[in-house]
């Protein structure tokens, strides 16, 4: 049974059976990371561009790995540097790296619906690896596995994604992605950081941490992008940190045990204090690991379709 | 729809195999303090648990058991129509230095033979690696050979070989089945 999808665009719209068939396939290729060698042929003389216009060290990372792993010839191209900086066109630039014969191509760029644009130009699947404040797909698919992973199942579990929803395309696509699996989705952060009719995607909003920890199964704590002048948005970091934080104190008062997760990088003691970050409900790690094994299955699902 | 031809193994016919194949393995290895099973997915499983379990009760030992799921490694992956589900490798256990016993149902034209030795010397570097199957059909479009055969079933290409066992099939048989445009 293959992906219904071509490309993978966002989670929005994304039919069960296909989150359902990318998560179990990357089951198998977890197992692969645990050989002794982490290397399978499923992708020998098929040809991967990584499109990278924004920074990015986590995810370009994880997809190179992925993408090697599975014996995939990788191109690898950031924008500064290139022809863009010359004023080259996206549809140009993509239309002229595919002339070279290539066969997918994940692209990571500022811009919402960039690869969807992208899409309609080339030939190649186009995997996106997050689009300004759109849709980070893939992040939102190994978030549900290792919550799969450590809880065992999805449906009917509750997770609060907290901190800036605003600016988050790993929330819209965790919105997305777990409300079609059947999960329950509130949000928490304050009112600056919570879209205006977010209510619309069904997720509750909470803006006091301490009403939603004694409801859920799994936290999903965004980073505060401190380098977004966060300071218009809330007073200072201290007072976030007091009030969204999320420490050791604040969880044993809500007396529920619940998976920790966090995209990453983190910020320590601002919206995850250490001891948290650390400590054993945190599978924060396990969500690195895990994202190369989704990764191999996203790209070999599309690229032996 | 194919008819059956024929129906070459039965259910107690197959409980015999088994036990054949169990003690040829046992005789050609001396016994089975370095034997491993590997049963490739899907019907190279059960078959594998069974013959592990036979071996068990006659040595009275404990066997290290694994599976394997050779779909990463087949050589018409790129351009099949249906792509295929990977049920997963299970192998938790160190391969270097083992007698590997490999099992599948049918062997055929060797390439899932091919892509299971691909896959076994990804994950270790075992001593020997033999291959038992309950069915050999002929047709080899590699140079492989079974060391542990249940039965040799001459077939033409068009023919086809269903074995039905009781964990997927819910019972125990080889049907050897009429090509598809048989009135």
């Not at chain 1, 066109?89 to 990571?108: Q, S, Y």
């Not at chain 1, 997050?130 to 999805?154: C, F, I, N, S």
């Not at chain 2, 192998?91 to 034209?109: P, Q, S």
């Not at chain 2, 033979?113 to 038992?132: E, F, H, K, V």
């Amino acid at each position: 049974m293959p992906l219904k999808s071509k490309h993978l665009l966002g989670l929005d719209g994304m039919p069960k059976e296909d989150i359902q068939l990318i998560l179990d396939t990357a089951v198998s290729f977890r197992e692969v990371l645990d050989r002794p060698i982490k290397k399978v042929p499923p992708l020998q003389g098929k040809t991967i561009t990584n499109m990278f216009f924004e920074s990015s060290t986590r995810t370009r990372l994880s997809f190179e790995l992925a993408e090697r792993r599975l014996s995939a010839d990788v191109l690898s191209f950031q924008s500064s540097g290139s022809s863009v900086s010359k004023g080259e066109t996206l549809k140009d630039t993509a239309r002229n790296i595919e002339a070279m014969k290539i066969d997918m191509v994940v692209m990571r760029h500022s811009a919402a619906g960039a690869p969807h644009y992208l899409s309609s130009v080339i030939e190649s699947a186009v995997i996106n690896a997050g689009d300004g404040g759109h849709e980070h797909p893939t992040q939102a698919l190994l978030d549900m596995y290792t919550l799969r992973e450590r809880v065992g199942k999805l449906a009917g579990l509750h997770v609060c994604i907290v901190g800036d929803i605003l600016h988050s395309r790993v929330a819209r696509s965790n919105i997305y992605g777990l409300k079609t699996m059947g999960v329950k989705v509130s949000v928490c952060g304050p009112a600056t950081l919570i879209p205006r009719d977010i209510e619309k995607l069904g997720v509750d909003v909470y803006h006091h941490i301490d009403d939603v920890l004694p409801k859920v199964d799994a936290l999903n704590i965004l980073r505060i992008q401190l380098e977004r002048d966060a300071g218009r948005l809330f007073p200072t970091i201290r007072e976030y940190h007091n009030y969204y934080g999320i420490t050791r104190q604040r969880l044993e008062k809500a007396g529920r045990e619940m998976v920790i997760m966090h995209p990453g990088p983190i910020n320590r003691d601002v919206e995850i204090s250490a001891d948290v970050a650390d400590g054993e409900s945190s599978v924060i790690l396990q969500q690195v690991l895990n994202g190369v094994a989704i990764r191999m299955a996203v790209l070999y699902l599309l690229g032996t379709r | 729809m194919r008819k059956i031809k024929a129906k070459i193994i039965d259910a107690a016919g197959m409980e015999r195999t088994i036990t054949r194949l169990a003690h040829e393995i046992l005789e050609r290895n001396k016994g089975s303090h370095n034997i491993v099973i590997v049963g490739i997915r899907t019907r190279g499983e059960p078959l594998a648990k069974r013959i592990a379990k036979k071996i068990e009760t006659v040595e009275h030992v404990q066997l290290q058991i694994g599976f394997l799921d050779i779909t990463l490694y087949r050589d018409d992956l790129l351009g099949k129509l249906e792509q295929p589900q990977m049920k997963g490798t299970d192998i938790l256990f160190d391969l270097n230095g083992k007698d590997v016993v490999l099992i599948d149902d049918v062997l055929y034209t060797g390439r899932t033979i091919r892509a299971a030795l691909d896959g076994l010397t990804d994950i270790g570097r075992p001593r020997t690696i033999q291959l038992a199957v309950l069915i050999d059909r002929g047709h080899r479009q590699l140079p492989i050979k079974a060391d542990f055969v249940g039965k040799n079933v001459p077939t033409s290409a068009d023919e086809s070989i269903r074995v039905h066992l009781k964990e997927t099939d819910g019972e125990d048989e080889v049907l050897l089945m009429h090509p598809e445009s048989q009135p």
